[in-house]
């Protein structure tokens, strides 16, 4: 399959693209940058046209944001935010859709949720109720995309919760300035909250690319795997740091609303789960 890729350089499209290769698709990457291996590179960015011509595939996991910040990465610019993010990620659906690309995968958010009564279980039939910029983007556009759906345009959106994984060039990692935070005495919060693996959310991309057509009804599948509290990531930090631990309390995790993932696994997805988190640590410290 020949299959475009944007997002290629960051933190979920790293992953996605080693993974799209390793299956044997024939990958392009839209960018501003070309990756550090294995695939074709077209200039591309969200405020351009872009070129889809001769690709069978689309996966969007390219977002413009604030460094660091998906809530509230709109900083000090949210027209900018929603003009560059919803109006050239639609740009994009529709010039896939007249290149003939015949299926979309969407990577979008649990955002789009909103705040719901501590431990409610997020579930894909909810209505979505975004109380943040970001999450309103999101949400916008996996309804643009739903209503580009037909037989020849085939579309999935793929929610997902916070994302953590292995290091990637010129990218800082999700917890750089909490590790930093720890070292210099700032007082830390208590906050727990939902993660998957980058490497996980690249394998439920690759799946929804790959199923048959009847898989992707409905078209939005959570991408979530378990429950992370600070307390505890500080902890293993400062274990494989070998420093003093200085600890928040720790959160409640009852109040953690996770979402479901019961539609991914029933195409046969199951993420790794929290035994991933000591050696990702290990190696987003080494880097």
């Known amino acids: 399959m020949k299959v475009a890729l944007t997002g290629a350089t ?8 080693r993974r799209l290769l390793g299956a044997g698709h024939e990958v392009t990457a839209f960018g501003r940058r070309p990756p550090d291996f294995g695939s074709r590179h077209r200039p591309w960015d969200l405020d351009t046209a872009a070129d889809l011509a001769g690709m069978n ?22 027209d900018g935010f929603r003009r560059t993010n919803l109006h050239g990620t639609v740009a994009l659906f529709e010039a896939a859709r007249k290149a003939g690309v015949g299926r979309v995968v969407f990577l979008s958010s649990r955002a789009v949720y ?56 010129n990218v800082p990692h999700k917890w750089a300035q ?25 394998r439920a991309i690759l799946r929804l690319l790959e199923a048959p057509s009847e898989a992707l009804e409905p078209v939005v599948f959570n991408a979530s795997d378990f429950t992370l ?24 995790r009852a109040a953690v609303c996770a979402p479901g993932t019961q539609r991914l696994r029933r195409l046969g997805w199951s993420p790794m789960g929290p035994g991933a988190l000591p050696a990702t640590l290990r190696a987003l410290l080494s880097a």
Request: charged share 25%.
């Open 57 to 78: 595939a689309l996966v969007h996991a390219a977002f413009s944001h604030v460094p660091g910040r998906y809530r509230g990465g709109e900083g000090e610019d949210p």
């Open 114 to 169: 909103g705040t719901h009564p501590p431990g409610t279980l997020l579930d894909e039939t909810m209505t979505p109720e975004p109380d943040t910029l970001y999450g309103e983007v999101k949400l916008e556009a996996e309804r643009a995309l739903s209503a580009m759906s037909s037989k020849d345009f085939e579309v999935a959106v793929v929610r997902a919760t916070g994302i953590y994984g292995p290091p990637v060039p």
């Open 178 to 202: 909490l590790f930093q935070d720890h070292d210099e005495g700032v007082p830390i919060s208590p906050r727990a909250g939902t993660e998957v693996h980058a490497d996980d959310l690249a």
């Open 10 to 17: 960051g933190l979920v499209g790293h992953p996605v693209l």
């Open 229 to 252: 509290d600070r307390r505890e990531l500080l902890d293993l930090y400062a274990c494989l740091k070998g420093i003093p631990a200085r600890l928040p309390d720790a959160a409640d």
